[in-house]
Structures are given as structure tokens and as C-alpha cells.
């Protein structure tokens, strides 16, 4: 089976910045799509970025373009999220997810998940 293990979440202050990490095993991670999703305090889960495996990269949130940068290194079966410029309201639970391509148009259709990792943006 596919695991996905994330990482890198904490504690920042306003304006500082995080890199999460999510590790894949048991797949071939090289031929996965790999996204980044959230779910803040009192909302919904949300889509925030993926990486194709192609490479093709697509944002889904609108207040983190320009400010998070999502890339893997397929050497290291290992997607990241860089996190830049936080702000208190990036504040949540971030979870990494894989699929299988197979032309799916949803943000939110993937066939693994890891466990999520905690980020915490104080003021």
C-alpha cells in the first residue's frame, strides 16, 4: 500500500515561513499527481496546491499564490511545500495526498492521504 507520512509544521510568527514535507513508500511515487490540502479551525478542507507528475503546478487557494511554492524531488519520493509570508489565517492542519493519473478534473479526488501536520501562524 501507498503511505504518505507529512512533516515541517509548527510554530511561526506572522511573516515568517515553514517548508512541509510529505515522504511517499510503497508506490511509485515518480507517477503520482501530489497535492497539498488544509482544513482550518471551524472550515471546510481545502484544496491549497498539486504537482503533477509531469510537473505541471496548479494553486488552489487564492491567498497563497505568490506566496507558497509546492515541488517535488521524485529522487527522494518526496513532495514539498514552501511557505512563505505566513499569515495568522494559514493557520491549520496540512495534509498531503497522491493519485493515480487518469484524467481526473477534481481538486479534491485523490487516492491516498497522509496524516496532516500542524501549522500554526501567531500574530
Known amino acids: 500500500q501507498v503511505l504518505l507520512v507529512a512533516s515541517g509544521g509548527g510554530l511561526v510568527q506572522a511573516g515568517g515561513s515553514l517548508r512541509l514535507s510529505c515522504a511517499v513508500s510503497g508506490g511509485t511515487y515518480s507517477n503520482y499527481d501530489m497535492g497539498w490540502f488544509r482544513r482550518a479551525p471551524g472550515k471546510e478542507h481545502e484544496f491549497v496546491a498539486a504537482?503533477?507528475?509531469?510537473?505541471?503546478?496548479?494553486y488552489g487557494v487564492d491567498s497563497v499564490k505568490g506566496r507558497f511554492t509546492i515541488s517535488r524531488d521524485n529522487a527522494k519520493n518526496t513532495v514539498y511545500l514552501q511557505m512563505n509570508s505566513l499569515k495568522p489565517e494559514d493557520t491549520a492542519v496540512y495534509f498531503c495526498?497522491?493519485?493515480?493519473?487518469?484524467?481526473?478534473?477534481?481538486?479534491?479526488?485523490?487516492?491516498?492521504w497522509g496524516q496532516g501536520t500542524q501549522v500554526t501562524v501567531s500574530s
Open positions: 504537482i503533477r507528475w509531469s510537473g505541471v503546478v496548479t
Open positions: 495526498a497522491a493519485r493515480i493519473p487518469n484524467g481526473r478534473g477534481s481538486a479534491y479526488d485523490y487516492d491516498y
